[in-house]
């Protein structure tokens, strides 16, 4: 029904900065809510981000002030600027949607159900 493909993602020093781009092969893609997660070894995956189809933010506590996200309609793409990028940022980060036209409440802790097949992000110290 959707396919999200991710990119962006490679080895950064700390203190650097890496734009991960995703983009949707959906019909009215406007419509929709799309977020970011991540997943690094050995934990549980994690919500990063979301931006609304009225492009209201959502980030999480680890990368407020350090990641933006925003999003170009036009090309059916989201993206994740990431800057002041730590070590502990290092993970597997993935893009989903919940294909939920118009939805118009939180995106925390909010359940997706499409996924991107993920890029690598490594931060060394």
């Known amino acids: 029904q959707v396919q999200l493909v991710e990119s962006g993602g490679g080895l950064v020093q700390a203190g650097g900065s890496l734009r991960l781009t995703c983009t949707a092969s959906v019909w009215t893609f406007s419509n929709y809510g799309m977020g970011w997660f991540r997943q690094a070894p050995g934990k549980e995956r994690e919500f990063v981000s979301a931006?609304?189809?009225?492009?209201?933010?959502y980030y999480a506590d680890s990368v407020k002030g350090r990641f933006t996200i925003f999003r170009d309609n036009a090309k059916n793409t989201i993206y994740l600027q990431m800057n002041s990028l730590k070590p502990e940022d290092t993970a597997v980060y993935y893009c989903?949607?919940?294909?939920?036209?118009?939805?118009?409440?939180?995106?925390?802790?909010?359940?997706?159900?499409?996924w991107g097949q993920g890029t690598q992000v490594t931060v060394s110290s």
């Open positions: 989903a949607t919940d294909l939920a036209p118009f939805y118009s409440g939180s995106y925390y802790g909010r359940n997706f159900d499409y």
């Open positions: 931006i609304s189809w009225t492009h209201t933010t």
